[in-house]
């Protein structure tokens, strides 16, 4: 069964860079049949997608996370890796990797996927 464990700091401060990474086993992040999600959640604005990759690295990034999101991912660990560029308060929020099958969608918020736990992520100076 696959497993995915979010780590990273629980506490970012404005304008830094926030690194979240998602650790996988059970399954290979290289297999054609998955998308790798990013996925938060707050109170203002429950579910919300940040972006995906792909079975070969490449990232989709939500419209609005674009300019300052980027992923990467090593293989040889089974992980990928989220950053976040010049946050602020906003992005305080409980962040989420996922699995998902390359048909689907994170319409309906991802009741199909395969979550991780989650992770608190705190924006405060």
């Known amino acids: 069964q696959v497993q995915l464990q979010e780590s990273g700091p629980g506490l970012v401060k404005p304008s830094q860079t926030l690194s979240l990474t998602c650790t996988v086993s059970?399954?290979?992040?290289?297999?054609?049949?998955?998308?790798w999600n990013w996925i938060r959640q707050s109170p203002g604005k429950g579910l919300e997608l940040i972006g995906n990759?792909?079975?070969?690295?490449?990232?989709y990034p939500m419209p609005s996370f674009k300019s300052r999101t980027a992923i990467s991912r090593d293989t040889s660990k089974n992980q990928f890796t989220l950053q976040m560029s010049s946050v602020t308060p906003e992005d305080t929020a409980v962040y989420y990797c996922?699995?998902?099958?390359?048909?689907?969608?994170?319409?309906?918020?991802?009741?199909?996927?395969?979550w991780g736990q989650g992770t608190q992520v705190t924006v405060s100076s």
């Open positions: 990759m792909d079975y070969s690295g490449r990232f």
């Open positions: 996922a699995r998902g099958g390359v048909g689907t969608t994170f319409r309906g918020g991802g009741a199909s996927f395969c």
């Open positions: 059970g399954g290979s992040i290289t297999t054609e049949h998955y998308q």
